[in-house]
Every structure is written in structure tokens, then in C-alpha cells.
């Protein structure tokens, strides 16, 4: 491989990385708040859907993705009284949001667009443009790092750099404030938390309102931004990948947007595969299409070292009397 073709794959893999970063950290702060979500990938797909639909009516890529946002925050209220306030299974309660965000997306693109499940395609203001860092030409020819600045981190969607300020900023609120202390220790020990005088419920609630915005512009990205609209099932798995890469990172932001990367990478490969010239590599096209999945099969099975969840994860909280 030449420089340009790895310089390409480099692009593509934090394009592709972008959703799954959304989604891992969305999982981070329901997860530790004790909220196991396998809904990730149900929330992704109602906001894609949404954020394409009113990009599109209302040809703001804006507003599309507060549409987004809104409808992903709604999933995950309705995973919040499942779950929290009603003490019912957290994985059946994703897993049926999941199956709801299936259908709901086909059915209603139908009936308001009639193209087959599918929104018309979206352009100009409709999607997020992408962004010219300042002195990007500049470092252009500057060895090493004017590709990485200029030909990698700039020309993406402002919702990629915003992914990118997400990871510090959670590692900030997670470790460094007392909302994060409170919400770390209610999935650890709920009971010592409520002891304390403060709402087990209230802290899972609002963890799992973060969880919906941030899978809310992760949706977003999909539909507005790495597409030009919304198919039918594109989430196409990201939110279990996502799960995945959140139980290899150790439910860490930082070694989170590493595992993403690495995802990324492996779809950016695949993407391009045929078209790669390895020598005497020589893999069939399909395994290496699958191999994200694979590598997500493999991290869940447990072949990746022991990951300790937090201990009341996934385990509704009964206030003693």
C-alpha cells in the first residue's frame, strides 16, 4: 500500500469510528449507572431515521438532528420506566426497543415518503458539510503531521470533531465531578448512594437522558452526514459493536475511542479490500466484510481478558424500608 491509500483508510476509519463512539459512550454512562442498555442499536436507528426525515421536510441538517436527539432521549425514557421505575428486565426492555425502532423506522418512512422504507436523499443544508480546519492547506505538505492534520482530522462533519470533544469531556464529568463520583458509585452501590440521601432513580434517569442525546447525534451522523439519508436497518449493528468496544475498553472513555478506532479501521479496510494489494494475503472479501462482527462475537464471548462490569449492573434498585 502507498501512502495515499493508507491516508484514505486513515479517513475512512474516523468517518466510520464516529457512530460507534456516540453509541460507546452512551452505553458508558447508562452502564455505569447500572443500566445495562443493549437498546444502543434501536436508539441509533429511531434517530437516524428521525434526522433525516425533518432534515429533509425542513431542509436544516440542524434541525434534523435535534429530531434526532429527541426522539433517541424518548427510547431511552421509555427504557428509563421499564427498567427503573417499573423494575422489569433490562435486556428484554432493550432488546424490545430495538425490535420497535426496527419497524417503526420502516413503517413510517413508508407512510410518509412511500420509497420503501427510505427518505428522499438529502442535500445542501439538509446534511452536515464538511469542515476545512484552520491551516489545513498550509501543513498540507509538512511530512507525517500535515497528513494527519490536513488530510485525516480536516474535511469532516462538525459532528465528528464534536465525537472527538465528547471523549475528554466525559472522562472530565466521569472522574472529576461530583455528578460523575454519584453516578459511578450508584452502579456500584446503589444502596449506599440512596443511604447518602441521594435518588438512585434520579441519577439513573439522567444518565440514561445522556445515553439518548449522545445516541441521538450518533443517529444523526449516520443518516446526515456519513449518508445522504435514511435506508431501512442502517444502523446495521453499530449499537452491538458499540456494546462490544465499551466491554474491550473496560467501560473507559479514553480506551473506548481506541476500540471504536480500531472497528473502524477494520470496516475501512474491508470497504476497500478488493482493491488493496498485500502480496500474498489473500482473504476472501466476504470474511473480511464480517470480520468487525467476528472480532464483536469474539469481545462478548470473553476471549479478551477479564472485563468487570459495574457490580449493580443490570439489577433494579429496591429501596429498603
Same mark, same amino acid.
Given at each position: 500500500?502507498?501512502?495515499?491509500?493508507?491516508?484514505?483508510?486513515?479517513?475512512?476509519?474516523?468517518?466510520?469510528?464516529?457512530?460507534?463512539?456516540?453509541?460507546?459512550?452512551?452505553?458508558?454512562?447508562?452502564?455505569?449507572?447500572?443500566?445495562?442498555?443493549?437498546?444502543?442499536?434501536?436508539?441509533?436507528?429511531? /434517530? +437516524?431515521?428521525?434526522? *433525516?426525515? $425533518?432534515?429533509? &421536510?425542513?431542509?436544516?441538517? #440542524?434541525?434534523?438532528?435535534? !429530531? =434526532? @436527539?429527541?426522539?433517541?432521549?424518548?427510547?431511552?425514557?421509555?427504557?428509563?420506566?421499564?427498567?427503573?421505575?417499573?423494575?422489569?428486565?433490562?435486556?428484554?426492555?432493550?432488546?424490545?426497543?430495538?425490535?420497535?425502532?426496527?419497524?417503526?423506522?420502516?413503517?413510517?418512512?413508508?407512510?410518509?415518503?412511500?420509497?420503501?422504507?427510505?427518505?428522499?436523499?438529502?442535500?445542501?443544508?439538509?446534511?452536515?458539510?464538511?469542515?476545512?480546519?484552520?491551516?489545513?492547506?498550509?501543513?498540507?505538505?509538512?511530512?507525517?503531521?500535515?497528513?494527519?492534520?490536513?488530510?485525516?482530522?480536516?474535511?469532516?462533519?462538525?459532528?465528528?470533531?464534536?465525537?472527538?470533544?465528547?471523549?475528554?469531556?466525559?472522562?472530565?464529568?466521569?472522574?472529576?465531578?461530583?455528578?460523575?463520583?454519584?453516578?459511578?458509585?450508584?452502579?456500584?452501590?446503589? /444502596? +449506599?448512594?440512596?443511604? *447518602?440521601? $441521594?435518588?438512585? &432513580?434520579?441519577?439513573?434517569? #439522567?444518565?440514561?437522558?445522556? !445515553? =439518548? @442525546?449522545?445516541?441521538?447525534?450518533?443517529?444523526?451522523?449516520?443518516?446526515?452526514?456519513?449518508?445522504?439519508?435514511?435506508?431501512?436497518?442502517?444502523?446495521?449493528?453499530?449499537?452491538?459493536?458499540?456494546?462490544?468496544?465499551?466491554?474491550?475498553?473496560?467501560?473507559?472513555?479514553?480506551?473506548?475511542?481506541?476500540?471504536?478506532?480500531?472497528?473502524?479501521?477494520?470496516?475501512?479496510?474491508?470497504?476497500?479490500?478488493?482493491?488493496?494489494?498485500?502480496?500474498?494475503?489473500?482473504?476472501?472479501?466476504?470474511?473480511?466484510?464480517?470480520?468487525?462482527?467476528?472480532?464483536?462475537?469474539?469481545?462478548?464471548?470473553?476471549?479478551?481478558?477479564?472485563?468487570?462490569?459495574?457490580?449493580?449492573?443490570?439489577?433494579?434498585?429496591?429501596?429498603?424500608?
Amino acid at each position: 500500500m502507498d501512502i495515499a491509500t493508507i491516508v484514505q483508510i486513515l479517513e475512512s476509519t474516523l468517518r466510520l469510528a464516529t457512530p460507534l463512539l456516540f453509541a460507546c459512550l452512551a452505553g458508558l454512562f447508562s452502564e455505569r449507572a447500572g443500566i445495562v442498555d443493549i437498546g444502543l442499536e434501536g436508539k441509533l436507528l429511531i /434517530a +437516524a431515521f428521525f434526522s *433525516a426525515a $425533518i432534515a429533509y &421536510v425542513s431542509g436544516s441538517a #440542524w434541525l434534523g438532528l435535534l !429530531a =434526532g @436527539v429527541a426522539a433517541s432521549v424518548i427510547f431511552s425514557l421509555i427504557h428509563g420506566v421499564a427498567s427503573i421505575t417499573f423494575r422489569g428486565n433490562q435486556l428484554i426492555s432493550g432488546v424490545a426497543i430495538n425490535f420497535l425502532a426496527s419497524g417503526m423506522t420502516v413503517v413510517i418512512a413508508q407512510s410518509w415518503f412511500h420509497q420503501g422504507g427510505r427518505t428522499p436523499a438529502l442535500t445542501g443544508d439538509a446534511r452536515f458539510e464538511r469542515l476545512t480546519l484552520p491551516f489545513a492547506e498550509a501543513l498540507r505538505d509538512v511530512p507525517l503531521i500535515g497528513h494527519v492534520y490536513s488530510q485525516i482530522l480536516s474535511g469532516n462533519s462538525i459532528l465528528v470533531y464534536i465525537g472527538l470533544l465528547c471523549v475528554p469531556l466525559s472522562w472530565w464529568v466521569l472522574y472529576r465531578s461530583r455528578f460523575g463520583l454519584r453516578l459511578r458509585a450508584v452502579g456500584e452501590n446503589p /444502596a +449506599a448512594v440512596d443511604t *447518602a440521601g $441521594i435518588s438512585v &432513580v434520579r441519577l439513573r434517569f #439522567w444518565a440514561i437522558i445522556i !445515553a =439518548g @442525546v449522545l445516541c441521538g447525534i450518533g443517529g444523526a451522523y449516520l443518516s446526515t452526514s456519513l449518508a445522504a439519508g435514511f435506508v431501512r436497518e442502517m444502523s446495521a449493528g453499530r449499537g452491538y459493536i458499540a456494546l462490544a468496544a465499551l466491554i474491550f475498553a473496560k467501560w473507559r472513555p479514553w480506551q473506548g475511542l481506541g476500540a471504536v478506532l480500531l472497528f473502524g479501521a477494520l470496516e475501512a479496510i474491508a470497504n476497500r479490500w478488493p482493491n488493496l494489494d498485500l502480496g500474498i494475503i489473500t482473504l476472501p472479501n466476504q470474511f473480511m466484510t464480517a470480520l468487525p462482527y467476528i472480532l464483536t462475537v469474539v469481545i462478548l464471548a470473553g476471549f479478551v481478558g477479564k472485563a468487570i462490569p459495574p457490580r449493580a449492573g443490570g439489577e433494579p434498585y429496591v429501596k429498603e424500608r
